[in-house]
């Protein structure tokens, strides 16, 4: 049976140190081959990787030739500081930014906003679309924000998003294609046409991962579960097949329903991403290779 093969974005976070500088570079040119759209580069809570991301983003656009689109949030900046990053991604020729609210910082009580700065992600889009020259992808969530009452509160607050400059929204991770699916259906009804590209976590640690779903308020199936508690039992190689499985399935799942992109979350570890682009059909390209 024929399938599309989707299009693919990948998503990175900026190095701390120099082997985690290391590992960046070597999964930026691992995956740089499978040609993707664009790759996303991360922002720390409060703004706390903010020359970091700047330096991450244009090093991987000139020394990969990738489309980048740099993550910039609200956090802990006034307005002009904030317009400052993007005219200097613009001056180094980056045309994409990723516009979040952003995380509060660590023992903070949750968002405030700068008393000079953007009080939402709303706010920062207008402004980035006023100067004409970016594309603005943003964040949407099949499952409730955090600090969102229901889903459909952020339905409405992605339709904002996109009346104020979005061109795409990447969504949240998820364990279930259907999630993703009612998720779909209500943009839909509610007037949003602008694509929404599901976000895929591939497992790379399943202890990380539900740290992570916590915080994210994704919901961790009890199937899931008892899956990992057996795959630990036969050791690390299970653990990664049964990984790659869950993976390749849920991709499956979203491509027979109609979806034509994917966005891997890849935590700075090209192995398990690069396994699951292999089983959906996305092969290398020639001549996709690091420049000088």
């Not at 290391?22 to 990787?49: C, D, H, I, K, M």
């Not at 209500?186 to 046409?193: E, V």
């Amino acid at each position: 049976m024929s399938r599309q093969t989707p299009k693919i974005s990948f998503e990175f976070f900026p190095p701390k140190t120099l082997d985690a500088s290391f590992r960046l570079w070597e999964t930026a040119q691992a995956l740089a081959p499978l040609g993707p759209e664009y790759v996303s580069v991360t922002y720390g809570a409060g703004g706390t990787t903010r020359k970091l991301t700047h330096e991450a983003v244009t090093t991987i656009n000139r020394q990969f030739g990738l489309n980048v689109a740099a993550h910039l949030t609200c956090v802990e900046a006034t307005r002009e500081e904030t317009m400052k990053i993007v005219q200097d991604y613009a001056d180094a020729g980056i045309r994409e930014i990723v516009a979040l609210r952003g995380d509060a910082p660590k023992g903070s009580d949750g968002f405030t906003a700068h008393q000079d700065g953007f009080n939402n992600s709303v706010e920062l889009i207008e402004a980035i679309a006023a100067r004409g020259d970016m594309t603005i992808r943003v964040g949407a969530y099949p499952e409730p924000h955090p600090d969102s009452p229901d889903t459909d509160a952020d339905v409405a607050w992605l339709k904002r998003k996109i009346e104020a400059g979005a061109s795409s929204a990447i969504t949240q991770f998820f364990f279930d294609a259907d999630t993703f699916f009612r998720f779909r259906d209500k943009c839909a009804a509610a007037g949003i046409d602008a694509p929404i590209v599901p976000g895929i976590l591939p497992i790379q640690s399943w202890a990380g991962t539900k740290r992570f779903a916590a915080m994210c308020n994704t919901t961790v199936p009890d199937w899931a579960h008892e899956a990992f508690d057996l795959a630990a039992l036969d050791g690390a190689d299970a653990e990664r097949q049964l990984a790659t499985g869950i993976c390749v399935d849920l991709c499956e799942k979203l491509i027979a329903g109609g979806v034509d992109r994917l966005h891997f979350y890849t935590l700075n570890r090209p192995e398990l991403t690069r396994d699951v682009c292999a089983a959906l059909g996305v092969r290398p390209k020639a001549g996709l290779e690091a420049v000088a």
